[in-house]
Nanobody, 127 residues
């Protein structure tokens, strides 16, 4: 059974940084694309970033390019999202996601139906 557990959310002032972590279990971690999405009340969940199974390739939404960095540690079955230069509009619940199918890269999670989500972690950026 796939389990994704996020941590690292919190409250920060604009311009600050946070690092989100997601620990995965249940499948061979390195075979699956991992990603981060976010959602605010009344809006659809939106893609933030994803990373290939090897960690060698990444995709980012335009609104986080240059500010956020996704990475993974396959030995620890974990994926991370380093968020710098945070803005109030980055306030959202952030969700970790794992691709439903193995070895699906280069198809981005942005375009896939995702079966496995974490419980979400709240990020609040104050102005």
């Amino acid at each position: 059974q796939v389990q994704l557990v996020e941590s690292g959310g919190g409250m920060v002032q604009a311009g600050g940084s946070l690092r989100l972590s997601c620990a995965a279990s249940g499948r061979t971690f390195s075979r699956y694309t991992m990603g981060w999405f976010r959602q605010t009340p009344g809006k659809e969940r939106e893609f933030v970033a994803d990373i290939s199974g090897s960690g060698g390739s990444t995709n980012y939404a335009d609104f986080v390019k240059g500010r956020f960095t996704i990475s993974r540690d396959n030995a620890k079955n974990s994926v991370y999202l380093q968020m710098n230069s945070l803005k109030p509009e980055d306030t959202a619940v952030y969700y970790c996601a794992q691709d439903s199918l193995p070895n699906a890269w280069p198809t981005s999670l942005r375009f896939r139906s995702i079966d496995y989500w974490g419980q979400g972690t709240q990020v609040t950026v104050s102005s």
